[in-house]
């Protein structure tokens, strides 16, 4: 089992930043995949960005350019780092982290809600 808890959402104007963390603990594999996903009112939960660890990180292309995606050194952290927001970001963003054989560990999501 992996635990994961969310930090950083809240709200902000649009054209600001936020910083998103997700901290994982309990029986973590060496090798996995940790990132962020999000769902807007009345949408289904879409990708954000992916960071396999030690590999190449992939990002939805509404947000190339103005996210960023890493991992700590521990490799038990992942931060989205959210620029250039736009009103069309506002969702519950939720921490993913992902085994070798595909079981997936959720953590309950943090709002992001972007609005002057």
């Known amino acids: 089992q992996v635990q994961l808890v969310e930090s950083g959402g809240g709200l902000v104007q649009p054209g600001g930043s936020l910083r998103l963390s997700c901290v994982a603990s309990?029986?973590?594999?060496?090798?996995?995949?940790m990132g962020w996903y999000r769902q807007a009112p009345g949408k289904q939960r879409e990708l954000v960005a992916v960071?396999?660890?030690?590999?190449?990180?992939t990002y939805a292309d509404s947000v190339k350019g103005r996210f960023t995606i890493s991992r700590d050194n521990s490799g038990n952290t992942v931060y989205l780092q959210t620029n250039s927001l736009k009103p069309e970001d506002t969702a519950v963003y939720y921490c993913?982290?992902?085994?070798?054989?595909?079981?997936?560990?959720w953590g309950k999501g943090i709002l992001v809600t972007v609005s002057s």
């Open positions: 993913n982290y992902r085994t070798p054989g595909g079981m997936d560990s």
């Open positions: 960071a396999p660890r030690g590999g190449t990180t």
């Open positions: 309990g029986s973590i594999f060496k090798i996995n995949i």
